[in-house]
């Protein structure tokens, strides 16, 4: 039953973390506009997946491999994003 109730919060979470960024990501599609995103912090959160990927490799947990790559590739889109979009959109 322990297990079985770690699986479950383990899920929720790694659901959590992925979907976080994409409220961030359509915002930024929609509006062309992401002057308002921190490039510090993206760069950060992506260098923080990264080594949560490395480390989920070296030690063989897949289910924390996989949750943090989905969460790196959905975190390096709002990334990529910040550079294309980084300033405003003139009126």
Do not use: H
């Not at 976080?20 to 921190?38: C, E, G, H, N, Y």
């Not at 289910?63 to 969460?71: H, K």
């Amino acid at each position: 039953m322990a297990e079985w109730v770690a699986n479950v919060v383990g899920t929720a979470a790694a659901l959590c973390s992925i979907t976080s960024f994409a409220p961030q990501m359509l915002k930024i599609w929609k509006t062309r506009d992401a002057s308002s995103v921190s490039l510090k912090t993206y760069s950060l959160t992506v260098t923080c997946f990264v080594l949560w990927v490395v480390y989920g490799v070296l030690i063989q947990a897949w289910p924390v491999t996989i949750a943090n790559a989905c969460a790196l590739v959905m975190a390096t889109g709002v990334l990529i994003m910040k550079w294309r979009f980084g300033r405003k959109p003139e009126a």
